[in-house]
């Protein structure tokens, strides 16, 4: 084809052919025959036990970024087995999201398993909170109330450590909130799943290598 | 937590440095390993950790290495000395990793390309990325500066590890000379294993200089890697039944099915169901497009009869493909009617851009040799197999080629197709030209497609080339014929991979369709952006016919429609590399399109439908 008037190759236009009626929606579900809902998207903690070599890290927060997960926070610490560590993370994503997370985080070779922490796991945070301490008797008296405790207390500032889930965090730090709040750290939410349950899928702890078996199908 | 290669290399006894300091100023500076301490003809026994390494790659089957030499490699270059493996000299790193890349195509087995730290490994990037997309199995080694040096921005020093960290299936940084071959062996099996993709080993100069007399083992993929290759059977049943009562079912297949050796085992699924096949365009050459089933490829330029059967479908059976947006389009009208089955060997794939009815995890052959098994009445699809049948006549592949317009560029494919067998290896840049490349052409054989996909780059054409005609001729193969389509855009890009060709004496033919415009940005122009030709319009090209010959190749200049015949076969007839420089329309556009997340069905047939 050339020109502006060239006709271009040989059919119907577009306008002139039988089109489906069926769609899909943005996840790639047939909406017809079958209407599948749109997924909302939900806080999922994900555990995943990794071998710890240099690296792992860098190679989990980067899957993490690349694809555009939706994380909000990232814990990681030695187990009691030699070379392993354990990952978790907070996501804000939808049920295939989630999926996605935990099957792309199966395919980097240091990750041991990986999945999503039943809604009924332990989950634990731990905050420093620094607050200006012209009211110390209050900011202790609040500490108690949640359980905290204070590291450090000068004329100035008073430093308290608590830990809890994030419900008990949050209404902790706005009770805190009345006293100025000059600096925070939290580590974000770590887990472990109840009872006997194993708290990434197929995890076998003390068992270096033992690959993931996705249940995907 | 050791996030940090500082950390683990306090923990690594080994990583002494064996040379002076002084090496991270280059390779004047070097101190490659003596004579003596080559390996005398017995693979099992090493000294250094770079003999450990080229013993690996010698284990693992290597045989051929592409690369460029530079200051922190040379003691691996040093140990390929006497080696069994051939190693060529490229240009640039970019064409090395392309020609590694295509190497691996072609054979089935990995390629391998060398660079050395800094420059030398971010020049393989480009060439890394391209394989990671398009899952080719493929293992880059990279010389980096010594251990006690890194972190300190040493000369030549970049964070290969890190810069490769999201474009590999896996990377290591070899910080224990004793390791060294292990690793090296491992991070070429595991290139291969399950969904290929490259992997890349970061080669510090004191642990490949830094003796050791461990030889490595065995290479073997890392643990959990090579996944099983059958899937479910429960699931292979379901989807059985599926396919069984569909009564509009499409084989759609992917380069998986390529990668996975499954050409035979697609072909003798679809024919014996008689299930009409449109493939992906990595996926070229896995179904023989004179095939009456076949349907050619689908996507943004496939064909409209397999853009119009994609459509219609009611039974989608996809292998090894990833569901590419340039394949389906908008996900909203993709295969809107079909349910999904889906055979791929990585889990990640499964439901990531398209919902997959029945999830089939598994390798390709085995997975369609299962469905075969399981199947046990073909589906009623008469009337679709007509339906199709129409469509092929009703939106032809054609072009116009009137007296008053310059040669048209699809024409140059056809004459390269006629005269040329069916194991021809055809390579591409990136752009119209290849376009033109994969739908004028007749592809039967797996193999034969060799093209850069998901990461389109332009330039990827010319090393290709090199790297198909090593691979072809390595295989015992020296009289297929290996053409190179390239844009002139593209072959501006690489063409220094011409030398290699000339100086290896390495038959290939290169194509280039020059329209001294970047032509698929100026249809672009034309279509989206009210023909304002910026930064496409060359204006002014080099005479690519006298470039080569100043390279010391066959340079021919074509002009009209009744110089193409024999200039085709003057340069085929050549034993050595030729460039063909078709000075083709430059007004000419690359249809069918199917604009941008648009729907495929309503891909446009002229440039005022789009």
Known sequence: ???????????????????????????????DPVVEAEHDSRRAVISALVEDEPGVLAR?????????????????????????????????????????????????????????????????????????????????????????????????????????????????????????????????????????????????????????????? | MSDSAAHQREDDPDAEPASGPADADGPDAADPAGEENRPDGEPTEVSTGAESVVAALEAAGAETAFGVQGGAIMPVYDALYGSSIRHLTMAHEQGAAHAADAYGVVTGEPGLCLATSGPGATNLVTGIADADMD????????????????????????????????????????????????????????????????????????VTLSDTEEAPGEAEAPAGTDPDPRARQDAVEAAARA???????????????????????????ARAYGIPVTTTMPGIGS??????LSLSWAGMHGTGYANMAITHTDC??????????????????????????????????????VYADYPLIGDAGTVLEQLHEAIHRAPDADEWRERCQEWKETYPMTYATPDDE????????????????????VTTGVGQHQMWASQFWTYTEPRTWVSSHGLGTMGYGVPAAVGARVAADAMGEPDRDVVCFDGDGSFLMTMQELSVAVREDLDITIAVLNNEYIGMVRQWQDAFFEGRHMASDYNWMPEFDK?????????????????????????????????IDFHVDPEENVLPMVPSGGANGRFALAEDQL
């Open chain 1, 1 to 31: 084809m050339s020109g502006e008037d060239a006709a271009g190759m040989p059919g119907p236009a577009p306008d002139e052919r039988p089109q489906p009626e069926g769609r899909r929606n943005l996840e790639g579900h047939r909406i």
């Open chain 1, 60 to 217: 989990v927060s980067g899957l993490v970024s690349r694809r555009q997960f939706n994380i909000e926070s990232l814990t990681v610490g030695p187990t009691t087995v030699e070379g392993h560590s354990r990952i978790t993370m907070v996501v804000e994503e939808t049920d295939p999201g989630i999926d996605q997370i935990e099957k792309q985080m199966a395919k980097l070779k240091p990750v041991i398993s990986v999945g999503e922490v039943s809604g009924s796991a332990v989950t634990s945070e731990l905050v420093l909170l620094k607050v200006h301490g012209e009211e110390p008797d209050k900011v202790h008296a609040i500490a108690e109330m949640y359980d905290g405790e204070a590291l450090d207390a000068g004329p100035e500032t008073i430093t308290v450590q608590l830990t809890g889930d994030e419900s008990k965090i949050d209404d902790a730090i706005d009770a805190f909130d009345q006293f100025g709040i000059i600096e925070i750290a939290r580590t974000g939410q770590t887990a472990l799943a109840r009872g006997n349950i194993p708290t990434a899928p197929g995890e076998k702890p003390g068992t270096a290598g033992e690959p993931t078996t996705p249940n995907t199908q």
């Open chain 2, 135 to 206: 899952s080719d199995a493929m293992l880059a080694l990279t010389g980096q500066v010594p251990t006690e040096f890194v972190g300190n921005d040493a000369f030549q020093e970049t964070d290969t590890v890190g810069v490769t960290r999201p474009i590999t299936k896996h990377n290591y940084f070899a910080g224990d000379a004793d390791a060294v071959g292990d690793v090296v062996g491992e991070a070429f099996e595991l290139s291969r294993v399950g969904r290929p993709g490259p992997t890349l080993v970061d080669l510090p100069k004191d």
């Open chain 2, 243 to 269: 396919i069984e009562d569909a009564d509009r079912p499409l084989c759609l297949f992917g380069g998986g099915v390529i990668k996975g050796e499954a050409s035979e085992a697609a072909r003798e699924f």
């Open chain 2, 287 to 292: 179904f023989p497009e004179d095939d009456e």
């Open chain 2, 316 to 353: 989608l059976i996809a292998v090894g493909t990833r569901f590419d947006d340039r394949l389906t389009g908008g996900i909203d009208t993709f295969a809107p009617e079909a349910e999904v089955v889906h055979v791929d060997i990585d889990p990640a794939e499964i439901s990531k851009n």
């Open chain 2, 406 to 425: 310059p040669l048209k560029p699809q024409f140059v494919v056809e004459a390269f197709d006629e005269a040329t067998d069916d194991d021809t290896i």
């Open chain 2, 547 to 579: 470039l080569a010959e100043a390279f010391g190749a066959l340079g021919i200049r074509v002009d009209g429609y009744d110089e193409v015949a024999p200039a085709v076969e003057e340069a085929l007839a050549y034993d050595g590399p030729a460039v």
